[in-house]
C-alpha cells in the first residue's frame, strides 16, 4: 500500500505532473504558490481524513436515518412545501448528465438541450399563472417575492411596499432582509386596513392566495385600490392551487410569484427549489432573473438563446435589475417534465383531488369535540384550533408515526396549518382524525 | 470621416442646431461599439435636461450604455420610431437614428462642444 | 428523433386523450367543489404521452454540451467532475425526503450534517463561523455586505457608504453592493494583476465600509500586494470581503481567513462539485471572522453543549433570512459527501493539481496567444486574442465558437473586462494530462485556421444543431413562450 493519497477524480499521477512540472520551468508545485505571502503560506487543515465510498454511505446512511422520514411517517406538514407524488419520469430525466451537468447557457450552441427546456418551463408558467412573460426561476418563493418588490419600486419609482397579513411570515422575514439597504419602507396590514387606508405613495400590494393560514381571499377591492394609487399588484400564489383556481390575471395581478416545488421537487429539507416569477409583457424590461427567448440562427434555423441579458449582471453590473448570477436551471427542469407528464388533465385531476382530501380530512375533524377548522375557503390546507397545546399534540402524532401540521401557535393560541396531498391515503387520514380525538 | 455639419460630445454624442432647437443622437463609433442595437430608453416630452448630464440608455445584446445630452434644455420631440425600429441606430445613427430634440435654454454651451475634426482626433487618441 | 423534430414544442405535440401520467386513486368521498366562478375554465397544458415526453427530453438533452462529456475550461466556473457518489447519497430518503418545517428533533441528522459542514468550511477558510443559507455565490455576496453594513450601523458608524471593488471583479460583486446600499467605487488593477496601491490609497478613506477582493483574482493571479491591500483597509475601519469562486486554487494553500478577511463566501456549485444542472441550482455558503459572527444570516445550526442537541438558531444580530428555509440542504449533503470523501489529503490535493493544470497550458500557449500577465499564474490563466484580431481580423468570439466545433466548451469571455478579447481558462484538477494535451493542439490549430481560413471561423461553429444564432432578434422582438410563438 502507497503512502500516496490519489483521488478517483484526479487523473494526473504524481509520474505524470513530474512532467508537467518540467514544462513549467519548476522543480515542486510549491513554487507555484509563491505569491502567497510566505507567513501565511502552507496553513495546517484540521480535516479528517479521506473516506472511501463504502465507508462513507455506512456513515451517512445511518446520518439520514436519525431523521423522521415523511413515507416511513404520515405527514401532514405543508405551510410552503408540499409532500407531492412525483412519478420515476422526473428522476430520470433530471438525472441524465447533459442536463445535471452542462453549465449555464451562455454559448447557445451547445445548450439548446437546456434553453428549449427553460422555454417550456417558461411557457408552462405563463399558463399557470395566466400572465404574459415568465422567466426561466428563481431561487424559491420567498426570493421572488423580494425581487418582485423591487422590481415594482424600480418601475414605480415609489418607495412603499404594502404587505397584506396573510403573507407567509417567512416571505416578509426574506422581503426585508433583501430590502434592507434599499430605502424601501414596508408595511403590514390587514386588507381592511390597506383597504381603507388610500395611499398615492404605495409601491406596490403584495398578498398571498391562498394566504399563509390556507384561506383563499377576495382580491378584487385590492386590486381596484392598487389601480386608483398606481401601485403594481403582486400575488404571491402556488402551483397546485392555480391549476384548479381562476388565475390572478382575472382580478388585476401585475406580477405572480410563488414557490414552484410541489411540481416535481422533493421536499429536501428545504431546498433547492424553484421561485415561479411572472408578469404583464410591458413589464419586461424590469424582469429580473434569467430569460429564454425564441430565435433563429444563420441558416434560418429556429433555436433559442438567453436574451434581454443586458439586465443582468454580467452586464450592467452595478446597475443590474438584480444580483442573480446562478440560478435553479436543474430544479426548473424538475418542474418542466413534471407539469409534461401531468399535463392539462393530470393537473386538473391532482388539484382536485387534494381539495377533495383536505375537506373530508375537515370534515371529519370539525366533528371532534374541541376542533375547530377556522377557514372559510381553503383549497389543500387549512388551519385547525386545538383543544390543547400543538406541541403536546405533535409529540404524540409522532409517537404514533404521525407528522402533525406547523405550529402557528405564536400567532394565534392552539392553532395548526394541517395539509393534505394525494400522497395521504383514506387510511391515513382517518388515522389522523383518529388520534386527534385520543389527544384531547 | 464624421459629418461636418454637426458638433460631439466626449461620451460620443453630435448634434444639429437649428433655430435653437438642437436634434441629438449618438455617434457611428458609439453605436459600432455597442453593436446591433435592440432598446433604447429615452424619456418624456417635456423633460428638462442639463449638459452633460445622463437622460437615457442605449441598450445591444452584450452592453448597455446611457446617453449624456450635450446640451441643457427642454425635450420636445422624442424619436418614436426607435420604440419598434431600434436598428435604425446601426442603419442611420446621423439621420434617421437621431434621439431627441431639444429647445436649448443656452446655446452658447454649444462652444464646449467639439468640431468633427476635433472629435476625429479624440476618438483615435482614445484607443 | 431528428433535428426538425427535436425543436417542436411540448404544446405543438399535444393531443387531447394523450396521457403522460397515471391518476392515483379518489378514495375518500367525493366532496362539494367551489362555485364554478371561482375555478378557472381552461388550462392549456399539454397532453402528450410518457415515453414520447422521454424521447422528447432526452433527444434536446443531446443537443447540450455537459463536463460528463466535454472539457469545459471556464475560468472562474471551475467546471471539476462531479462525483456520483454525492448524488446517490443525496437522494437517500433521510436527506431527500424531509419537510423543513419538521421539528428539529426529528431532523437531527440533517442538522448534525450541516453543523459538521459549517466547521469543515470555516477551518479550510480560516474563519469562526459559517451560515449555509444563501442559496448561491451572488445571494451570499449580497449576505456579507449586508453584514458588513450592519457592523458599520452597529456602531454608529452612519457615514461609511462606500465599497472599493477592483475592476476585474466579477459582475455580481458590484451588483451585490449596490442591493447593499453602497456606493461602488471602482479602482483599477495594475499592468502586474496586483491591486493598485496608490489608486487604493487615492479612494479609502473614513467614509470607506470595505473592500471586496476576489483571491486569487479574476486573472488568475494571487494579488502580492495582499498584505498592504488589508492593512490599509483595517487602518481606515473598513472590512474585507472575499469572494471566494476560487477558491480552489488555494485549498490547504492559504486561509483567508489569516490574512485578515472579515468574510469569504464559497460557491458549493464550484468548488465543492454541486453539479452546475445547466444553470443551477446553486448554494453560497458565507464564512465570517468573529467580529461578524453575531451578524450571520438566519439561520445556523448550533450545538447545545451539554446535550449534544442540534438546533436552528438566528445570531442575535442577524441581517435576517435569505431564503424560506434553511439554504439549499441537497447541495450541502453533496459538498459535505465531497470534502469527507476527499479528506485533508484530498482537500490539499485539489489546488496542487488544478495550479499545476492551469499553469502548464500557460507555458504552452503562450506563443500561440497574447499573455497579459507574464506571470506564474493559479488555478486559471487570462489570454488574450488582440493579436490575432490585428493579424487575422478574427476575434475571441469567432476562436470560442469554433473551438466548438472540436466538441471543447469555449473558455470565459464575457469578463474580466480589463482584458480585451480574452479568453479565461481554468482547467480544473478534475482533467487528464492527455486532455489538456488536446486542447492545447486544438487551439493552435484555431490559431492556423485564423491566418489560413478566417472565415471558417466568422461563421463557426460548423457541426452544432444551430449555428451562430440571432441575438438581436430576440431581444428587439422577445418570444418567450410558446403563445409568443403562435401570435405575430
Given at each position: 500500500m502507497t503512502n500516496h493519497y490519489q483521488s478517483t477524480?484526479?487523473?494526473?499521477t504524481p509520474a505524470i505532473k513530474e512532467e508537467m512540472l518540467k514544462e513549467i520551468g519548476v522543480?515542486?508545485?510549491?513554487?507555484?504558490?509563491?505569491?502567497?505571502p510566505e507567513k501565511f503560506r502552507f496553513p495546517e487543515l484540521n480535516l479528517p481524513s479521506p473516506t472511501s465510498e463504502l465507508d462513507l454511505k455506512n456513515e451517512m446512511s445511518k446520518l439520514a436515518n436519525k431523521n423522521s422520514i415523511p413515507g416511513e411517517y404520515s405527514s401532514f406538514l405543508g405551510a410552503g412545501a408540499y409532500r407531492h407524488f412525483i412519478p420515476s419520469v422526473v428522476k430520470q430525466l433530471t438525472s441524465r448528465s447533459e442536463f445535471m451537468?452542462?453549465?449555464?447557457?451562455?454559448?447557445?450552441e451547445v445548450s439548446q438541450g437546456t434553453l428549449q427546456a427553460h422555454f417550456e418551463f417558461q411557457s408552462m408558467v405563463c399558463e399557470l399563472t395566466g400572465m404574459e412573460a415568465a422567466n426561466?426561476?428563481?431561487?424559491d418563493g420567498a426570493t421572488s417575492a423580494a425581487e418582485a418588490v423591487l422590481m415594482a419600486c424600480r418601475i414605480n419609482k415609489k418607495f412603499k411596499v404594502n404587505i397584506v397579513d396573510g403573507v407567509s411570515p417567512f416571505y416578509i422575514d426574506v422581503i426585508k432582509t433583501l430590502t434592507q439597504a434599499t430605502g424601501i419602507e414596508i408595511i403590514t396590514q390587514d386588507l381592511n386596513t390597506a383597504l381603507n387606508a388610500s395611499e398615492e405613495s404605495t409601491a406596490c400590494y403584495v398578498i398571498q392566495?391562498?394566504?399563509?393560514?390556507?384561506e383563499i381571499e377576495d382580491i378584487n377591492k385590492l386590486n381596484e385600490l392598487s389601480k386608483k394609487n398606481d401601485a403594481l399588484l403582486i400575488v404571491i400564489s402556488e402551483p397546485m392551487f392555480l391549476s384548479m383556481y381562476k388565475t390572478p390575471n382575472n382580478y388585476g395581478a401585475d406580477i405572480v410569484v410563488g414557490e414552484g416545488?410541489?411540481?416535481?421537487?422533493?421536499?429536501?429539507?428545504?431546498?433547492?427549489y424553484a421561485g415561479l416569477f411572472a408578469c404583464k409583457k410591458k413589464y419586461l424590461r424590469q424582469l429580473p432573473g434569467r430569460i429564454v427567448g425564441e430565435t433563429v440562427d444563420s441558416e434560418n434555423v429556429k433555436g433559442y438563446v438567453l436574451t434581454l441579458?443586458?439586465?443582468?449582471?454580467?452586464?450592467?453590473?452595478?446597475?443590474?435589475?438584480?444580483?442573480?448570477?446562478?440560478?435553479v436551471g436543474l430544479i426548473a427542469l424538475m418542474s418542466t417534465v413534471y407539469m409534461a407528464l401531468q399535463g392539462k388533465v393530470g393537473l386538473k385531476y391532482l388539484s382536485e383531488l387534494c381539495y377533495h382530501k383536505a375537506h373530508y380530512a375537515a370534515s371529519k375533524i370539525s366533528?371532534?369535540?374541541?376542533?375547530?377548522?377556522?377557514?372559510n375557503n381553503f383549497f389543500k390546507e387549512f388551519t385547525l384550533k386545538c383543544g390543547t397545546d400543538v406541541k403536546k399534540i405533535n409529540s404524540y402524532l409522532h409517537e404514533n408515526k404521525v407528522i402533525g401540521g406547523y405550529n402557528t401557535s405564536d400567532e394565534s393560541k392552539n392553532t395548526m396549518l394541517l395539509s393534505f396531498t394525494e400522497m395521504n391515503s383514506k387510511e391515513e387520514i382517518d388515522r389522523l382524525v383518529t388520534l386527534l380525538s385520543k389527544v384531547n | 470621416m464624421y459629418p461636418n455639419n454637426l458638433k460631439y460630445s466626449e461620451e460620443h454624442e453630435w448634434l444639429l442646431e437649428s433655430n435653437g432647437i438642437a436634434t441629438i443622437g449618438i455617434t457611428d463609433f458609439a453605436v459600432d461599439s455597442l453593436g446591433d442595437i435592440v432598446f433604447v430608453e429615452l424619456p418624456q416630452k417635456g423633460t428638462q435636461i442639463n449638459q452633460f448630464s445622463t437622460f437615457g440608455e442605449v441598450e445591444s445584446v452584450k452592453a448597455a450604455s446611457e446617453i449624456y445630452t450635450p446640451i441643457s434644455g427642454e425635450?420636445?420631440?422624442?424619436?418614436?420610431?426607435l420604440e419598434t425600429e431600434p436598428e435604425l441606430l446601426n442603419n442611420s445613427p446621423y439621420e434617421n437614428g437621431w434621439l431627441i430634440k431639444v429647445k436649448m435654454s443656452?446655446?452658447?454651451?454649444?462652444?464646449k462642444l467639439m468640431d468633427s475634426k476635433a472629435y476625429e482626433q479624440f476618438v483615435n487618441s482614445e484607443d | 428523433m431528428n433535428n426538425t423534430n427535436k425543436r417542436k414544442l411540448l404544446m405543438d405535440r399535444s393531443i387531447p386523450g394523450k396521457v403522460g401520467a397515471t391518476f392515483p386513486a379518489l378514495d375518500i368521498p367525493e366532496q362539494k367543489l367551489p362555485?364554478?366562478?371561482?375555478?378557472?375554465?381552461?388550462l392549456a397544458m399539454p397532453e402528450v404521452s410518457e415515453n414520447e415526453i422521454v424521447r422528447y427530453f432526452s433527444s434536446i438533452s443531446q443537443m447540450n454540451f455537459s463536463i460528463d462529456h466535454n472539457f469545459y475550461p471556464l475560468g472562474s466556473c471551475t467546471m471539476k467532475y462531479n462525483p456520483k457518489l454525492n448524488d446517490d447519497i443525496a437522494s437517500f430518503p433521510g436527506f431527500?425526503?424531509?419537510?423543513?418545517?419538521?421539528?428539529t428533533s426529528t431532523t437531527q441528522g440533517a442538522l448534525e450534517l450541516m453543523h459538521d459542514l459549517q466547521n469543515l468550511l470555516a477551518e479550510i477558510t480560516g474563519m469562526a463561523g459559517t451560515s449555509l443559507?444563501?442559496?448561491?455565490g451572488a445571494e451570499a455576496e449580497l449576505a456579507g455586505m449586508l453584514m458588513i453594513r450592519s457592523y458599520h450601523l452597529n456602531n454608529e458608524d452612519?457615514?461609511?457608504k462606500k465599497v472599493i471593488i477592483p475592476d476585474?471583479?466579477?459582475?455580481?460583486n458590484p451588483a451585490s453592493a449596490v442591493m447593499a446600499g453602497f456606493e461602488v467605487i471602482s479602482i483599477p488593477t495594475d499592468e502586474n494583476g496586483n491591486t493598485d496601491i496608490d489608486a487604493l490609497k487615492s479612494v479609502?478613506?473614513?467614509?470607506?465600509?470595505g473592500l471586496m477582493l476576489t483571491q486569487p483574482s479574476t486573472i488568475g493571479l494571487f494579488d502580492t500586494n495582499i498584505i498592504e491591500v488589508v492593512k490599509i483597509i483595517n487602518e481606515n475601519g473598513g472590512l474585507i470581503y472575499g469572494?471566494?469562486?476560487?477558491?480552489n486554487a488555494i485549498l490547504g494553500k492559504v486561509k483567508p481567513g489569516e490574512i485578515g478577511f472579515d468574510v469569504v463566501h464559497s460557491n458549493l456549485h464550484k468548488t465543492f462539485t454541486q453539479p452546475h444542472g445547466g444553470g443551477g441550482p446553486g448554494a453560497g455558503a458565507v464564512m465570517v471572522s468573529q467580529r461578524l459572527v453575531d451578524f450571520l444570516p438566519d439561520p445556523i445550526v448550533t450545538k447545545e453543549e451539554k446535550s449534544s442537541i442540534f438546533n436552528l438558531s438566528q445570531p442575535i444580530?442577524?441581517?435576517?433570512?435569505?431564503?424560506?428555509?434553511?439554504?439549499?440542504f441537497g447541495a450541502l449533503v453533496r459538498a459535505y459527501a465531497y470534502i469527507r470523501t476527499l479528506g485533508k489529503d484530498g482537500i490539499n490535493a485539489i489546488s496542487e493539481d488544478a495550479v499545476i493544470n492551469a499553469n502548464y497550458i500557460r507555458v504552452k500557449l503562450q506563443d500561440t496567444l497574447d499573455l497579459p500577465y507574464d506571470r506564474i499564474c493559479s488555478h486559471e490563466v487570462v489570454f488574450s486574442a488582440k493579436s490575432i484580431k490585428e493579424k487575422y481580423g478574427v476575434n475571441a468570439l469567432d476562436m470560442a465558437k469554433r473551438l466548438i466545433d472540436y466538441d471543447i466548451h469555449p473558455p470565459t469571455?464575457?469578463?474580466?473586462?480589463?482584458?480585451?478579447?480574452?479568453f479565461l481558462v481554468e482547467p480544473t484538477e478534475t482533467e487528464s494530462k492527455e486532455t489538456l494535451d488536446e486542447f492545447i493542439d486544438v487551439m493552435k490549430t484555431i490559431v492556423k485556421e485564423a491566418e489560413s481560413n478566417p472565415e471558417l471561423l466568422h461563421n463557426?461553429?460548423?457541426?452544432?444543431?444551430?449555428?451562430?444564432?440571432?441575438e438581436a432578434m430576440a431581444a428587439r422582438?422577445?418570444?418567450?413562450s410558446w403563445r409568443d410563438t403562435k401570435a405575430n
Open positions: 477524480y484526479t487523473p494526473n522543480k515542486s508545485y510549491k513554487e507555484l504558490f509563491v505569491d502567497i451537468t452542462s453549465y449555464t447557457p451562455y454559448q447557445p426561466a426561476g428563481m431561487y392566495q391562498p394566504n399563509f393560514s390556507g416545488q410541489p411540481f416535481g421537487v422533493s421536499l429536501t429539507y428545504g431546498g433547492p441579458q443586458t439586465r443582468e449582471q454580467h452586464i450592467k453590473r452595478d446597475r443590474a435589475t438584480s444580483n442573480i448570477c446562478t440560478s366533528a371532534l369535540d374541541g376542533y375547530e377548522i377556522l377557514n | 425635450i420636445i420631440e422624442i424619436n418614436e420610431n443656452d446655446p452658447t454651451e454649444i462652444e | 362555485d364554478k366562478s371561482q375555478l378557472r375554465e381552461d431527500n425526503d424531509i419537510h423543513p418545517l419538521q421539528d443559507s444563501p442559496m448561491a452612519f457615514k461609511r476585474s471583479a466579477h459582475g455580481t479609502v478613506d473614513d467614509t470607506t465600509a469572494d471566494g469562486a476560487n477558491l444580530k442577524s441581517i435576517g433570512k435569505m431564503g424560506t428555509f434553511h439554504g439549499n469571455m464575457y469578463f474580466p473586462l480589463i482584458v480585451d478579447e480574452a463557426a461553429p460548423h457541426n452544432t444543431p444551430n449555428k451562430r444564432l440571432n422582438n422577445p418570444k418567450l
